[in-house]
């Protein structure tokens, strides 16, 4: 990977983690208990528990991702970065721009 290549990745690899911030901010709204003193209906309270639910998976998952851009971007100049760390090969760099916080190659992804 060229500095320049690595340049453009460290600044997507940013812009990602601005942009799964601001959505964790979103969900962690989403995903406030709903109060029971709320004149909700018995069907619409259902509804707003399972979007509430539906919201806290999507938070953790958000939570994740952001925890594996930061350590993506914490490895960006080591010689380690883009090696696949089952077969210690090289991972494709369009996997590395379309998701760089891979730390598998498909291949081994796959399995």
Do not use: W, Y
């Not at 990745?9 to 029971?36: A, D, M, R």
């Not at 938070?59 to 994740?64: D, F, V």
């Amino acid at each position: 990977m060229t500095s320049e290549e690595r340049a453009d990745l460290k600044q997507k690899i940013e812009e990602q983690i601005k942009l799964t911030k601001v959505k964790i901010e979103e969900l962690e709204e989403l995903s406030k208990p709903i109060s029971p003193e709320n004149s909700l209906g018995r069907i619409t309270r259902m509804d707003a528990i399972n979007n509430k639910s539906v919201a806290e998976a999507a938070l953790r998952t958000s939570k994740r991702k952001l925890g594996k851009l930061q350590h993506a971007l914490a490895k960006i100049d080591s010689s380690e970065f883009g090696i696949c760390a089952v077969c210690k090969k090289p991972i494709q760099p369009k996997r590395i721009m379309f998701m760089p916080e891979s730390t598998r190659c498909v291949r081994c992804a796959s399995r």
